[in-house]
């Protein structure tokens, strides 16, 4: 998006903002030329497509994530290059990641997420996970998918109740990958204790990431924390786990007890497959009546803003003309793309989080009351 409110053409694309920037890719809100349909474009960053081990990596995601075709996980459409540039086209979800809702949810006073909707999104996630676990190739041969990054940052909550699992791009399907069994990749506070050890994975490793996850939707925070990597590592390693209604009174017995089983270190003791962590989420929300609509109205209530946000942006990319088509030999336009879009990133003011004073008012504060000791030391002095 430019500043004169153009589009910006990507083959039979129509490039529109940049909505996220990693490591390995940018990704970009699009929508088909001549269409209404949004999408997501994620490409691959240019030095990293000139190295042959990133650009594989990154076409293994694309053709691992175009086979999972499961309403809880993000819907990829098409692999492929344009102008040069290797992309995924995925589906767009709007709406806000767990990470940020959990992260909103604690800057409110008194609020919590409640029960219920921790249970319900996890049962989602563990759905979407199980139908993954199960993959099989064409030859009816099991791809052995391991997720690997299940966390609140790769969990998509939209507007309209959805619950998504983004990102299988540290997936490993070791019919494939079985050159990298040992190598960390992910989270170290979202992994198992078998993944900090690099030792060989399965679905259970994900039933653990799982468990971590509901853990910290019911408390509002963080099961594993540590000053370095080594501190972290280590106490995922010893998976020393206190109940959730140790820090929540509102979390049964019941539910204590599916939290510490989808955690235990011994992975005999752990449900064996996601489906069967689901089953006894569904068991329990039948005590709750839960319906869809209530995390709607949980995610528009607690992200409001967002949400307003969300609404104006769409109306307004929607409803711009189509530019015309680019010549597909051609790749100024999507530089330019993306030195607009860098300048206006580096103007785009620096907000504190909900609920936080900007830092001069802390300093002021500070001041305030140190005058304060003072002039009392002083008169008691006198």
Known sequence: MDDSGQLVSFGKYLLLDRIGKGGMAEVFLARLRGQKRLVAIKVIRDKLARDKQYLEMFMREGNLAVQLNHDAIVKTFEIGRIQGRHFICMEYISGVDLSHLLRTVRSLTNRRLPVPHALHVVLRICEGLHYAHELKSADNASLNVVNRDVSPSNIRLSFDGD???????????????????????????????????????????????????????????????????????????????RPPSAINPRVSPEVDAVVLRALQKNLEDRF?????????????????????????????????????????????????????????????????????????EEKEPVRPPPGLAPSWIWALLVVAVMLLITAVVLLVAL
């Open 163 to 241: 619950v998504k699992l983004l990102d299988f791009g540290i997936a490993k399907a070791t019919s494939v990958l079985s050159s990298e069994i040992g190598v960390l990749k992910g989270k170290f506070a979202y992994m198992s204790p078998e993944q900090v050890r690099g030792l060989p994975l399965d679905r259970r490793s994900d039933v653990f990431a799982c468990g971590i996850v509901l853990h910290e939707m019911l408390t509002q925070e963080k099961l594993f924390r540590g000053d370095s990597d080594f501190q972290l590592m280590d106490q995922v390693r010893r998976a020393e786990v």
């Open 272 to 344: 064996q497959t996601a489906e069967e962590l689901a089953s006894v989420l569904r068991g329990l929300l039948t005590q709750y009546n839960f319906q869809k609509v209530e995390l709607r109205e949980l995610v528009r209530d607690v992200c409001h803003r967002d949400w307003l946000r969300e609404q104006k942006k769409m109306e307004a990319f929607l409803n711009r003309a189509d530019p015309e088509p680019a010549d597909p030999a051609s790749d100024e336009d999507y530089g330019e793309f993306l030195e607009v879009i860098e300048k206006h």
